[in-house]
């Protein structure tokens, strides 16, 4: 049986940054979510399904979702990809609106992404500028660690990838 397997959606290249990375660091066979042959993945003990976060959805997660009856056994992870730094809460909000039913208590790991307005399709941008114009009514003293990440991305290009967010997920792998 083959060691484990990266499964992944990267829509902006972020998350298949990450999936690189991981990829050098496990070995581990890669393939986009979107080509996934579910009985191939009966080969692997491990899985990781890596996905940027996307209005509080993960990308790709819908392939662990339909296939989890199958995939019980194996030990599986989940590294999400998002702008935003870290947040306890929110990343907690995050997990409960993802996991449910048979996908609780799947461990999820979390890497901060890039911000390129340039690359986003045109309704990612619009979506993006109309929620910007919102919170820039609030008080700056209100923002929530996302909401002021947000609004200091506004016409930069970043990239905070880095591979230090691997490192928990390395360690759950190892273990």
Not at 154 to 168: A, F, I, R, S
Request: proline residues 3%; glycine residues 8%.
């Amino acid at each position: 049986m083959k060691k484990g397997i990266i499964i992944y959606r990267s829509k902006y290249g972020a998350t298949k940054k990450y999936v690189d990375w991981l990829k050098e660091m496990t070995d581990f066979d890669c393939v986009e979510a979107s080509k996934v042959l579910v009985d191939d993945v009966a080969n692997y003990e491990m899985i990781v399904l890596c996905g940027g976060i996307y209005a509080s959805g993960i990308a790709g997660l819908s392939v662990l979702k339909k296939n989890i009856g199958r995939w019980k056994q194996k030990k599986i992870a989940i590294f999400c990809v998002g702008a935003s730094p870290y947040d306890e809460n929110a990343f907690e909000e995050i997990k409960k609106h993802n996991l449910k039913d048979d996908l609780k208590g799947i461990p999820v790991f979390y890497g901060r992404g890039a911000w390129d307005e340039a690359k986003m399709t045109w309704k990612d941008r619009t979506l993006c500028k109309i929620l910007q114009k919102s919170i820039a009514k609030k008080d700056p003293s209100t923002y929530e660690p996302w909401m002021q990440a947000l609004m200091c991305a506004v016409g930069q290009t970043c990239d905070w990838t880095d591979k230090k967010y691997l490192l928990p997920l390395m360690e759950y792998l190892q273990g």
